[in-house]
């Protein structure tokens, strides 16, 4: 009968519509959460960009105050040496130099650069030194710690 084509038509053209709108909610659901993924990792970058800007911003601080203390270290110990002609009073400069060569090389020098690298070698050629005890956390032992967790506190509650 003619209304009954009319009506498989009808319903062919609400299907193909229908899924025509669940494939743009898919597009737009997939979108979305591209963008939420990548605000996420742009706050981390900024987040570790920031605490690694501190961690030099202290090696620079603590390069001030210990380059401070070597320096009067060194003269008193030089002075010491001469006035009682011991030179193996200067025996401890030679452990201080190395740590101040050290906080230079933090705080101005290659150091990070030279970390960076060797981070790079680890994750390209040692990746298995980085794996975790038990491996990496599932949501299944996230929930057995949780429920867990849940449990010993309604147990102590009681």
Do not use: C
Request: charge should be positive.
């Amino acid at each position: 009968s003619p209304q009954g084509i009319l009506g498989f038509n009808m319903g062919i053209l609400m299907s193909k519509s229908m899924d025509a709108n669940l494939q743009k909610q898919q597009e737009f659901m997939l979108h979305n959460s591209r963008l939420q993924m990548e605000r996420q990792i742009l706050m981390q970058n900024q987040m570790r960009e920031r605490q690694m800007a501190m961690q030099i911003a202290w090696s620079r601080e603590f390069l001030k105050y210990f380059g401070s203390f070597f320096a009067v270290a060194t003269l008193g110990l030089t002075a010491g040496a001469i006035k009682s002609r011991k030179p193996g009073m200067m025996a401890p400069i030679v452990p201080l130099g190395i740590i101040l060569a050290y906080q230079m090389d933090s705080a101005y020098g290659t150091l990070i650069y030279r970390m960076r690298g060797e981070a790079e070698n680890i994750m390209a050629s040692e990746h298995d030194r980085l794996d975790l005890p038990l491996g990496m956390p599932t949501f299944e032992s996230i929930e057995k710690a949780r429920r867990a967790k849940s449990t010993l506190i309604s147990l102590l509650e009681k």
